[in-house]
């Protein structure tokens, strides 16, 4: 016969056992996305740091007037982008500000906010 304490044992084993795994799951799971979640904030950051090294850059080298527009519009994009976390808002911001307003002037920095302009590419008419 079978001792009493072991049949317990045995059945609290049975019952326990799947529920032990299905939180081992959950945890996991739970481990995953939030390391997902990490590595997709890093990685926007990482590219957010990228194109404002190259805005920077384009800027600041100023030989040609369409590398500097360039740059000055990439700052202003990434001032209202999604790729742009909180947290890196004022750097950007500290950078356009003295970086881009200073090289190419206030005027001409404001006139690049303007909404209303058209862009257009290889109008042969308007050279």
Do not use: C, N
């Not at 990490?38 to 030989?63: C, F, K, S």
């Amino acid at each position: 016969m079978i001792p009493t304490w072991i049949s317990i044992v045995g059945v609290v084993m049975t019952v326990l056992s799947p529920l032990l795994a299905l939180g081992g799951v959950f945890l996991g799971s739970y481990l995953v996305r939030k390391s997902d979640r990490e590595l997709d904030t890093w990685r926007h950051r990482e590219e957010t740091m990228r194109m404002v090294r190259w805005a920077v850059e384009q800027i600041l080298d100023g030989e040609d007037d369409a590398g500097t527009d360039a740059g000055v519009v990439t700052l202003r994009s990434l001032m209202r982008s999604e790729l742009l976390q909180p947290e890196d808002y004022d750097l950007v911001a500290a950078l356009t500000a003295a970086v881009a307003i200073d090289r190419v002037g206030a005027a001409a920095y404001a006139e690049m906010a303007d909404t209303d302009i058209e862009v257009v590419e290889g109008d042969s008419d308007h050279g």
